[in-house]
């Protein structure tokens, strides 16, 4: 059986050490690594590639949400899930924009951190319910037309500029933008169209280029949006 390896970063030692006895008492998992903060973590991930990161945010030297996008630019098969303590919306959506795949609290049981492990190896996406919560709060806000003004504006305030048009998208596109949307990672999306991992990233920047999104979560809150992916 081939284990799936996972590196573990977390400042304080008691937590790695525990996490590292319950998630090598699993069968197909096994740690490869114990980093302290977020330099030792890009270092220790460059060296064992692992297949999954848990990733504690509030770490000495680079924290959590850097290490993360360090890591996700560098090692595309290598998926990171974040465990901490702190769900405040600002750590979520910049830990989710740095590129991890899963955003778990401290409180999740041991089943369930095992088998976010195992999802996100396959290539699913992980959020903690309590987070899940915020993410739709925050789709339904940005989904939620801005109410028109009731009067005149004043002839030196400034309006808003439109966003500029959407492009359309190929019929390639939109079926790699579906399987965004499903949560697959580049590699399983290549796996699944039979297409080389750098062709699909070709195909998502272009897919980001056309929406004007920043990231996959703004790619598909804007896909959504227009219509062209159902959740």
């Not at 848990?54 to 098969?77: C, F, H, S, W, Y």
Request: no cysteine.
């Amino acid at each position: 059986m081939v284990k799936i390896k996972v590196l573990i970063a977390d400042d304080q030692e008691i937590i790695r050490q525990g996490l590292a006895v319950i998630l090598d008492a699993q069968d197909d998992i096994v740690t490869v690594g114990q980093a302290r903060d977020g330099e030792e973590v890009i270092t220790l991930a460059r060296a064992t590639h692992p297949d999954v990161v848990l990733m504690d945010i509030k770490m000495p030297r680079l924290n959590g949400i850097q290490a993360t996008r360090v890591i996700t630019g560098e090692l595309p098969n290598t998926q990171v899930i974040i465990l901490t303590t702190y769900d405040t919306d600002d750590w979520v959506f910049e830990g989710i924009r740095a590129g991890a795949q899963a955003y778990l609290l401290k409180d999740a049981s041991t089943d369930d951190l095992a088998n976010a492990i195992r999802g996100i190896s396959r290539g699913e996406s992980q959020l903690d319910p309590a987070i899940a919560r915020k993410v739709m709060a925050e789709f339904r806000r940005i989904s939620t037309p801005p109410t028109p003004p009731l009067s005149r504006p004043h002839p030196h305030v400034a309006i808003p500029l439109e966003e500029p048009a959407m492009e359309a998208l190929s019929e390639r596109e939109t079926e790699v933008l579906g399987l965004i949307a499903q949560g697959l990672a580049n590699r399983d999306i290549a796996s699944k169209l039979y297409l080389s991992e750098g062709t699909v990233k070709n195909y998502v920047s272009s897919i980001m280029a056309k929406l004007h999104a920043n990231d996959r979560t703004q790619v598909v809150i804007k896909a959504v949006q227009q219509g062209i992916v159902k959740l």
